[in-house]
């Protein structure tokens, strides 16, 4: 058994096939799906909706089991309990029982992991505050609104300080500040070394939180990379005052592409090269520079160009 892994996360040709009774089919959940999630980082999967994030997750934690392939967590068969243990969860569509308490709930579950009395009495009321939910712990959770129960969740998630956050759609349902809030925890958590692997469709949220991802499509994965790579510059774009005539001509004879507006031209350069001999040649006809920035491709234009290319 390896129990040193530089990985958070292995699998290696994981498949879950469900058995569809209704349909009297199969349902290929996850297809040979062979991934490495580095420790200490923010790790996204990305995927449509029933790509097979939450069976991949499901699958890690013992929840269903694969039909076949393998899956280590920090080096461990996460078949094994001991492997799920430095794990902190939180399910996709949770039911907390609505009888207890925000403070009751977290009680219950830190004592399920493990944590002794005096710990929780210290833990929970630190946990409602990294929430935001301080003022909430006595209410029944019943009574909590959807973003409110996504925090609780996050807190119960959180409680047992875990060396890994699983988070399936962690800011389902939760409104833009408390999205950002959540973003920061998280970004907390990760410099303090947890690895953090979440579930997500919300591709603005995944690009501004996650150093690597994973995009799923049909149980398979189509892409993997770091998210600087993936979203890599893709040249330069320089919008000018229209410069002369002749030097707009210079200047188009060098770029990728020309387009004129509001007495403005923006100009697509492929290098830095040639977006340096650019500026040169307008700065020393005392053209004015608008703007020059690295062009970029966004994640939903990589998502979108790997999801329809299959
Ligand atoms: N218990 C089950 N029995 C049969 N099929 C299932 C079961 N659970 C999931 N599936 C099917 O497996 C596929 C993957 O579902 P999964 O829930 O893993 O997708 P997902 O990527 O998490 O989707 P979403 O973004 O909607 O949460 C879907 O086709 C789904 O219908
Ligand atoms: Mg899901």
């Known amino acids: 058994m390896r129990v040193d892994s530089e990985y958070a996360i292995e699998t290696q040709d994981l498949t879950k096939i469900y058995h569809a009774r209704w349909s009297g089919g199969e349902v290929r959940a996850i297809d040979g799906v062979s991934l490495r999630v580095p420790k200490g980082t923010i790790f996204g999967l990305l995927g449509p909706n029933g790509a ?25 068969d996460a078949s094994d309990p001991e492997a799920r243990r430095p794990i902190g969860y939180l399910p996709e569509n949770h039911r907390f029982p609505t009888y207890f308490t925000g403070a009751g709930m977290l009680d219950f579950y830190a004592s399920l992991s493990g944590v002794s009395a005096s710990r929780r009495k210290k833990l929970i009321p630190e946990h409602l505050e990294l929430v935001g939910l301080s003022q909430w712990g006595a209410m029944r959770i019943g009574k909590y609104s959807k973003g409110m129960l996504q925090r609780l969740g ?52 995944i690009e501004t939180l996650c150093r690597e991802i994973a995009i799923l499509h049909k149980g398979k994965v189509a892409l993997t990379g770091k998210m600087h790579d993936l979203t890599a510059g893709k040249g330069y774009r320089l919008t000018v005052t229209k410069p002369s005539d002749a030097l707009t ?41 608008e703007s020059l920035a690295p062009t970029t491709s966004t994640l939903e234009e990589v998502f979108v160009r790997t999801v329809e290319k299959k």
Do not use: W, Y
């Open 52 to 76: 097979g994030k939450t069976t991949f997750v499901k699958t890690l934690l013992s929840a269903v089991r694969q039909t076949h392939g393998s899956a280590l967590i920090f080096g461990r």
């Open 154 to 205: 996050l807190a119960q998630a959180l409680i047992h300080s875990p060396s890994m956050l699983i988070l399936d759609e962690p800011t389902d349902g939760v409104d833009p500040v408390g999205r950002r809030e959540i973003r920061e925890l998280l970004v907390r958590c990760e410099s303090q070394g947890v690895t953090i692997f979440v579930n997500s469709h919300l591709l603005a949220e």
């Open 249 to 289: 001509e210079e200047l188009r004879a060098k770029a990728t592409s020309m387009a004129a507006r509001d007495g403005l031209i923006d100009f697509q350069f492929p290098s830095r090269e040639l977006v340096n001999t650019a500026v040169d040649l307008l700065r020393a006809q005392q053209c004015e520079i």
